[in-house]
């Protein structure tokens, strides 16, 4: 009988199981309205909240935020808007990036500081956190062009491999790609009065000619609106028996005034002989500057 050998092969088909990450993802949610509404005033400031959220992949590692220029000045285009003059330049609006603090917002810039450890019990696959911020308009003198103005900022997510303090992510992985937010910024048409001036007329009583008083009164608006109608109420008033009347005229800024320069005269006409009680006598009347746009 012949021995035959009979080899047994055995062909092991050996899987690595990669995991695959999904991407985390980021959006702004500003704290009131899709946009963030900056009134005229440079230094304005509003809360917003970053939303993060990335996958679980059965990993219990905690996840920190940064800018990923760490620049924390963002330059917002201006996209759209009704603009009166049209050959009007309109300016970047530039913006702070800013940390909040207990009280409304901080003037530190946003570092990211913000760590956080999230809970994947159960079936969790996917956890989402909010990261506060501020963000305050640097606007120089001139006021911004009334519209919508937009930029983005990039983040980059890290993940901890070492457990950190609240403030430190230890030894980190930067995750990638870097995140987008888009930051979106209105600017409401709007005007205010930057200055007015105090008027005194000195008047001797039954003097014969007329006491008068001038001044400048300024009124920034957004760039490239036609000027706003501006009028002075009450035009005339009595004071210690002495009658006085107001007029005044606009032109465009110079000098002190970068926006449109309100001449205010007063004038008190001769021949009164008015009423005190004493050698001299003083009164303050109050008027108002109304503009409307």
Known sequence: MNMKTIGLFISLLLLWAVPVRAQCTVQINQSSSPV???????GSTMTATLSVSCPSNGDRQRYSVRLASGASQL??????????????????LNVSILMPSPVGCS????????????????????????????IRMNTATALPAQGLYDGAFTLQIERCRLPGSSNNCGTAQVLTPTLTARLEVSVPLSCRVDSVPNLALNYTSGQAQPATAQGQACVLCNQGYVPPSIALTPLS????GLRYELSSTMATGGGAC???????QALMPGGQWGRCAGSQCSAVGVHQLVVQH
Do not use: E, K, M
């Open 237 to 240: 008033a009595v004071q210690l």
């Open 107 to 134: 003037t530190v810039p946003f570092t990211g500081v913000y760590v956080h450890t999230p809970d994947f019990s159960g079936s969790v696959t996917q956890h989402t956190w909010q990261v506060p911020l501020c």
């Open 75 to 92: 330059d917002l285009a201006w996209r759209s808007g009704v603009v009166n003059l049209p050959a009007l330049t309109v300016s970047p």
């Open 36 to 42: 963030l509404n900056y009134q005229y005033a440079s």
């Open 258 to 264: 970068p926006g449109i320069a309100v001449q205010v």
